[in-house]
């Protein structure tokens, strides 16, 4: 009997918090530290999806425009096109799909354009190392593929794979409200401040 092909809706990460085309950038920011995640799709008023955009496009976009996260808007750093794939497109389609536009994520969207969950590199590492190990006669090959499934599992599944993450140490982010600069850190900053007069 002939296999059935996997679909994204088998492997794609759902819910996924979204932010709007008019959002600040401190509130994707905040979304993206809150929720840890890499990236966020970008809807319209309609919850349609738009656009993605990443940790990374906050970043340069702090850098370059030398200007609060809340004075930047989402929609000036967000990406200039958008690749999506459907829920019951087959797997190896969406692969494809990535591969040709060099992308790591794409969001899924119903027949609306409404994002309906994410389709990643990660879940696909994760799917594609499953159940490999116990076939692979190659200890380094099975550590690394083990090592892959930590790193790339979503961190609330990891519950259901001790073995794959055991020994692995959690870092998580301070508090958001701990984001705060030492004494030290500020006092050296003032130190700089004072020995260049007149700089902003």
Do not use: F
Not at 60 to 79: I, K
Not at 81 to 90: A, N
Not at 115 to 140: E, F, K, Y
Not at 172 to 188: D, L, W
């Amino acid at each position: 009997m002939k296999r059935q092909a996997m679909s994204v809706r088998d492997v794609m990460t759902s819910p996924v918090h979204t932010c709007r085309v008019d959002d600040s950038l401190d509130r994707a920011a905040q979304l993206l530290w809150e929720h840890d995640c890499g990236c966020l799709p970008v809807v319209d008023t309609e919850g349609v999806a738009r656009s993605m955009i990443t940790d990374r496009d906050i970043c340069m976009a702090a850098y370059t425009g030398g200007r609060p996260l809340r004075e930047l808007r989402v929609a000036d750093s967000m990406s200039r096109g958008l690749v999506v794939c459907s829920p019951d497109d087959e797997l190896r389609t969406a692969a494809e799909r990535m591969a040709e536009h060099q992308v790591r994520r794409l969001p899924v969207v119903d027949d609306a354009g409404r994002v309906q969950g994410l389709l990643s590199v990660n879940d696909l590492a994760c799917r594609a190392a499953d159940g490999c190990t116990s076939s692979i006669d190659d200890p380094p090959a099975v550590e690394m593929l083990r090592v892959l499934m930590a790193v790339c599992r979503h961190r609330s599944a990891e519950a259901e794979v001790p073995e794959v993450a055991a020994g692995i140490t959690e870092i998580r982010p301070p508090a958001r409200e701990s984001r705060q600069p030492s004494k030290k850190t500020r006092k050296t900053r003032e130190a700089k401040g004072a020995s260049h007069p007149g700089t902003d």
